[in-house]
């Protein structure tokens, strides 16, 4: 019944119709809540939504189930993937499932003439796992932004914006014979929260065009982890976490001639990163955690390695370790074939 209308799938067109009317409903009824004058404007369009917003949600719920069926008839949609091929695996593996959703709101209103009031409000959520037990992946966030626009002598734009997530993972080791998973890691609960701010002014448009602006960017979250899992119980608990803060200053210039175009740019920030690793102190340095993989990458982690070693948590406990080296000696020990190959 609800799978198909005129041979289009009618999921797509359900979900969107829920996502249009069910937050038009809950703005409907906070504005007659808080505004009395503009409750005789809303009291028929408020019991209108009351009725067309629930079966918007119940008919994409029933969509979405007949949508996913008649995939799984067809076998363009399965429960998940084993990850371990098929002669490798053992009772310890099971299919690998993977589920998403999301949505987002957008809202554009004239302020006065020439400036625009623009909102921005996302959320999602995605749960997967890894094909063991104890190996479950959840996170789950939400995103907001106003920005104002301004389109007048002296173009300009200010945006303020939050981004708040939280995610858990969970670690398993599964024995030789892949009979058996046993947790080893439940951090369960990671969450951060990010504010920023950034105002842009035009000064210059047309063929030479000029971009000045500002921005600050504020992060904050921690890790809560247990470990250490003796006969199913963890033994051990962590929970640590930190702060950054980064001001920064930016130029852009480019100049256009027919088929021509010359741009270039240069911006300043100032980063709060020292106090975060003090505060916090002793803490490790994980390399190649995905910092390494920017193009400023040589600086930053020449910086962080610096501040790292100017904190104290250099070859201190609870930090990173300096191994002892190997001995020269013992490479002389070794047969003339091997000690042409040793690293010395």
Known sequence: MFEEFNGIP?????????VVFVPLLGLAAIGYAFVPLIRPHLRWILAGLAVVAPGAALFAKLSGDAFFSRGMARGNITEGFIPVIEDQRGPADRASPYRQGSVAVRAVTPVAAGLELQANLAAFTD????????SEIDTAGADGSLRLVGRGALPFSALFYVQVRDFSNQFAAVNADRTVATQTLDQYSV????????????????????RVGADWRE??????????????????????GGHTRTIG??????????DLTLS???????WWIAQVLWEHRPVAFYTWSGLEQHSGTTQIVRAINVLYALTGCLD??????????????????LLPAARSSAVR
């Not at 009618?10 to 829920?18: E, Q, T, W």
């Not at 270039?264 to 100032?270: E, Q």
């Open 249 to 258: 200053g930016f130029a852009e210039a480019g100049w256009e001639r027919g």
């Open 191 to 210: 969450p951060s929260t990010g504010l920023g701010a950034r105002v842009e002014l035009r000064p210059l448009t047309g063929p030479l065009e000029l």
């Open 127 to 134: 749960a997967r796992e890894r094909g063991t037990a104890f």
């Open 219 to 240: 992060t904050e979250g921690r890790t809560q982890e247990l470990f250490q899992f003796v006969a199913g119980v963890p033994s051990r608990g962590r929970v640590a």
């Open 264 to 270: 270039g740019g240069g911006r300043v920030d100032r």
């Open 10 to 18: 009618m999921h797509p067109l359900l979900v969107h119709a829920a």
């Open 316 to 333: 201190a406990p609870g930090g990173n370790v300096l191994f002892t080296p190997v001995s020269r000696s013992v490479i002389g020990t």
